[in-house]
């Protein structure tokens, strides 16, 4: 009980903002005295540009040894470097992980409390840094299923507070603080009602969480700190500035509008359209498998993107699906058609096989132009399956530019490197001056050509394992975040706002809607769309990768 009134009295000096989280915080005693005594700390010198606090989740689960490279481990000593970079002092900039939405709000409010009632340790200057020189820069926990998890560690969701049981870690449910109650009944309604109660537990540990991470934020805020969220938005909250990373329209609109401009669909027709597969994983709930509505956002989001490049062609009907999944008729709404459940063992080889198999046959595969994969670890399922089912070539037989061997050698510097000769592009059989073919055994010979040509496979989150499939034309593109850019113009915006210059004029940044609220200023950076062509200066250059791992 002490504790709980020690944590009312900090809170009481901002009753308007951090009320309804007064019983579920936790901070140091004497507050209201202590924080009238920050208004009399020296601010920050002229040598420095003040704190930066960093709070991001801990690294995802990595699938089968693929790992992306849009980790929070890789972008966070890129931020740390930056800041330095810009005039931030080392020990001014500390940055804390964490596993649970839980965890992380408390380490956000012991940092914000300890900071306000001045028994900060981490810093040894004599100097004591003002709240309005410091920025906290947060990332806020949310869940991640299996199919999401696959585009890396930072695609922009939203954190809900009304409905806060479907966000948190992926491990909200496993704190390890809870045990399992072995001594349940053996019914099925005694097990059902154990089940419930835990629920209503996890519901409710969630639902504070939630409310202490506002609330931790609004104190900030209103003791004179800058927050800036990272990724992912908080549903009703207002940052001083938020940080857009790829979101599943993005992703999606980014890979079809590139296969777009590839496979040149302004120039297909009717009479010879292109033919493009769309792979759509999703991880549908228990409750979505027994037949009620399906609640996948990101999915569907993935597939407006898509939709509002290709949907056009496809309603011309100069794109067609293969598998008749899309047609003229389909719409943005019609995302299911072309959805799988992801969960499933081998879901992507199993759903490509269903589309393109031509049962078994693989001596008679479907012709196909594109597959929008979505991810990397779909297209490395993708370009496996394609092997199997009797595709061949690369992607550097569609509408070539540049050979393999010229990818390769531009890549490693070495002219005299040899890879395996591309095929000449596969042309098509043109008609006579009568009309008729040449002779119905080269027709044969042509067609057969053309629907074992290797497709285009788009992806996104630059898995290190397919980075030499994108070079051998394989996999033709993936996506990343341009991280080092972004890494940069935060600490920019972390410094002018330590510093009380406005951000409005970086030439990134510009006022969006961000949770529902308007006008928030909103730093972004194009996602970075990587092919074998530009590979070296996009990945490699940079630093991201080593010519070993794009397997050279």
Not at 102 to 107: E, G, L, P
Not at 200 to 225: F, I, P
Not at 368 to 395: F, Q
Not at 481 to 496: F, H, P, Y
Request: charged share 25%.
């Amino acid at each position: 009980m002490g504790f709980a009134r020690r944590s009312a009295t900090i809170f009481a000096a901002f009753a308007t903002v951090c009320a309804m989280a007064l019983s579920l915080t936790a901070c140091a005693p004497d507050a209201t005295e202590q924080f009238a005594s920050t208004k009399e700390q020296t601010t920050v010198t002229s040598d420095s540009v003040g704190t930066a606090a960093l709070f991001t989740p801990s690294d995802g689960i990595t699938l089968n040894q693929q790992t992306p490279l849009n980790k929070w481990a890789k972008l966070t000593p890129e931020i740390n470097d930056a800041l330095v970079t810009y005039g931030f002092k080392k020990k001014n900039i500390s940055h804390t992980t964490s596993d649970s939405l839980d965890k992380q709000s408390r380490a956000i409010q012991d940092y914000v409390v300890n900071h306000l009632s001045g028994k900060d340790s981490s810093n040894d200057s004599d100097i004591t840094i003002a709240p309005e020189n410091m920025t906290l820069l947060v990332a806020p926990v949310v869940k991640a299923d299996d199919s999401t998890r696959q585009y890396g560690d930072y695609v922009s969701q939203e954190l809900s507070t009304e409905n806060a049981v479907n966000e948190g870690s992926a491990n909200a449910s496993d704190d390890g603080n809870k045990s399992t109650d072995t001594e349940a009944g053996t019914g099925t309604a005694d097990t059902d009602s154990s089940n419930s109660n835990d629920n209503a537990e996890t519901d409710a540990d969630q639902s504070q969480a939630v409310q202490r991470l506002v609330s931790s934020l609004k104190l900030a805020q209103e003791s004179g700190m800058h927050v800036v969220l990272l990724a992912n938005s908080i549903e009703g909250y207002k940052p001083d500035a938020f940080v857009q990373f790829s979101d599943a329209r993005s992703i999606g609109h980014m890979q079809a509008e590139k296969l777009a401009a590839k496979l040149e669909l302004d120039k297909a027709s009717k009479d010879n359209p292109k033919r493009i597969e769309v792979l759509l994983p999703y991880t549908p709930t228990d409750a979505n498998k027994n037949g009620s509505s399906v609640d996948s956002t990101f999915a569907e989001e993935a597939f407006q993107g898509i939709w509002q490049v290709l949907g056009a062609y496809y309603q011309k009907g100069t794109v067609v699906s293969p598998s008749e999944s899309l047609d003229k008729s389909s719409s943005d709404k019609d995302w299911l058609n072309v959805a799988y459940d992801a969960s499933e063992d081998n879901a992507t080889t199993k759903e490509l096989d269903r589309r393109l198999g031509r049962n078994g046959d693989a001596s008679n595969p479907a012709r196909i132009d594109g597959i929008i994969a979505m991810n990397d670890y779909v297209a490395s399922e993708v370009v496996n399956e394609l092997n199997d089912l009797g595709y061949t070539g690369s992607a550097a037989d569609i509408n070539p530019q540049i050979t393999i061997a010229g990818i390769v050698g531009n890549i490693t510097g070495k002219k005299d490197l040899q890879r395996e000769q591309v095929p000449d592009p596969i042309k098509s059989t043109d008609d006579d001056a009568n009309g008729t073919k040449d002779s119905d055994d080269a027709d044969t010979k042509s067609d057969k050509a053309k629907d074992s040509q290797w497709p285009l496979v788009t992806g996104y989150g630059a898995y290190v394992s397919s980075i030499p499939s994108v070079v051998k034309g394989k996999q033709w593109m993936t996506g990343i975040e341009n991280r080092q850019l972004l890494a940069s113009d935060i600490a920019e915006v972390c410094g002018k706002l330590n510093t009380g210059e406005k951000i409005t004029g970086l030439s990134a940044v510009r006022n969006t809607e961000v949770g529902g609220v308007k006008k928030v200023p909103t730093l972004s950076e194009p996602v970075l769309a990587v092919g074998a062509s530009n590979l070296k200066a996009t990945l490699i250059d940079p630093g991201y990768i080593s010519l070993a791992d794009a397997g050279l």
